[in-house]
């Protein structure tokens, strides 16, 4: 029967035509949604209607996210503050220190005011997974001294060490992740054999920690030829390498201070060891910026030192700054509560990354 056959390869084709045009709208409006797969046995009539009810859910879903991202007022262009902690210690000897008690207060404060701890990789590679309202924190510690963790013979972290603190906290408040980023020198938390050295990473590592490079020798970079900044660099990368087998994704300068190139921290090599960082952390004195927004430097992240509102303090340090956030809600990166998406008020449209175009949720 060639008419019979004639009118089914029409009606084949016409079909055709209209599923992939129905999977485009699909693509075009949910881009980190895969197409659903068609059922062969379908008869064209039945496929088309199902691709087209398929798309109006998509387009309803979508409604639903922007609404939900309008509802929690996400701005995930927004700002984020990155705590800088040093040592935890009951007889604090410099401006740097904080006594256990003063280190929960503001992990406390953090938690009642719907912070989250991400680690410093998590926030420069933009994994910001945290649940919809909540705004993202990273807590970060430079040098490794004991004071911020040791471990007792089961393997339990020490009483009043930082990390102890941070789990005691974080069991008062579900949600609240107990997760940090650690800038490791070769003091490595006051152990000296390579096996102990090791077993404090690989710890750390397990429970979602984060082990970020300090440089060995904790020498600071200002003015110095580009050789040498890359030899510190390498050898801090190298020391955490060797222990725990896995690269570290930032890097905190010592003292803070930028090389002669800022961009010499980030990139560089060294023998055989090369280094190529997510970011490069400061030593102060402002909340970061999202990574989705291009006003993000990854070779100059900015951090807050923690510290009560006093002397230089006043304004700059971490108290001051959470009482700003807290008072700019609108300028804080809240989330949407889905880490495929960059959701944020539609105006703010030309401040997106351009590689995070395809997760943007503008509402
Ligand atoms: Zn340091």
């Keep these: 029967m060639r008419w019979g056959d004639s009118m089914g390869l029409l009606r084949v084709g016409r079909v055709g035509v ?30 088309a209607a199902k691709a087209s009810a398929a798309a109006a859910g998509q387009a309803a879903l979508l409604k639903t996210r922007l609404a939900a991202a309008a509802k929690v007022h996400a701005n995930e262009l927004g700002q984020i503050p990155v705590l800088m902690y040093h040592r935890v210690v009951d007889k604090p000897a410099t401006q740097d ?40 924190v ?19 972290p020490k009483p009043q060490t930082a990390v102890a603190i941070l789990q005691e906290v ?17 003091d490595m938390f006051g152990k000296t ?71 010499w921290g980030r990139k560089g090599a060294a023998g055989d060891v090369s280094y190529d960082y997510g970011g490069v952390f400061l030593a102060g004195y402002t909340p970061a910026m999202s990574p989705f927004n291009k006003k993000f430097d990854p070779d100059g992240i900015p951090r807050i030192r923690s510290m009560d509102k006093t002397g230089d303090c006043v304004k700059f340090c971490s108290t001051a700054w959470l009482d700003w956030l807290k008072a700019n809600g609108d300028e804080r990166y809240t989330s949407d509560g889905d880490a495929k998406t960059v959701a944020f008020p539609k105006f703010k449209t030309p401040f997106v ?9 503008a509402y």
């Design 193 to 263: 054999t390579p096996e102990e050295q090791a077993q404090m990473l690989m710890w750390l590592r397990d429970k979602g920690f984060d082990i970020g490079n300090h440089t060995r020798d904790h020498q600071s970079l200002r003015g110095k030829p580009e050789k040498q900044v890359s030899s510190e660099v390498a050898a801090g990368h190298e020391l955490i390498t060797k222990l725990l087998n896995a690269n570290p994704v930032t890097l905190a300068l010592p003292y803070g201070n930028q090389p002669t190139k800022k961009e």
């Design 353 to 361: 990354v351009k590689r995070y175009t395809d997760r943007v949720l």
């Design 18 to 47: 209209a599923v992939a045009a129905a999977g485009a709208v699909l693509v075009g409006c949910m881009p980190w949604q895969g197409e659903e797969p068609q059922d062969k046995k379908d008869t064209g009539v039945a496929a």
């Design 97 to 136: 220190d904080r006594t256990p008690q003063q280190f929960r207060t503001e992990l406390e404060r953090l938690a009642r005011e719907d912070y989250v701890p991400i680690t410093a990789a998590e926030y420069v590679t933009g994994r910001i997974d945290i649940p919809a309202g909540r705004h993202p």
């Design 170 to 186: 974080a069991q008062r408040h579900p949600g609240f992740r107990p997760v940090a980023t650690f800038y490791v020198t070769r």
């Design 138 to 156: 990273v807590l970060t510690f430079d040098d490794s001294s004991p004071s911020q963790f040791d471990l007792d013979g089961m393997g339990a």
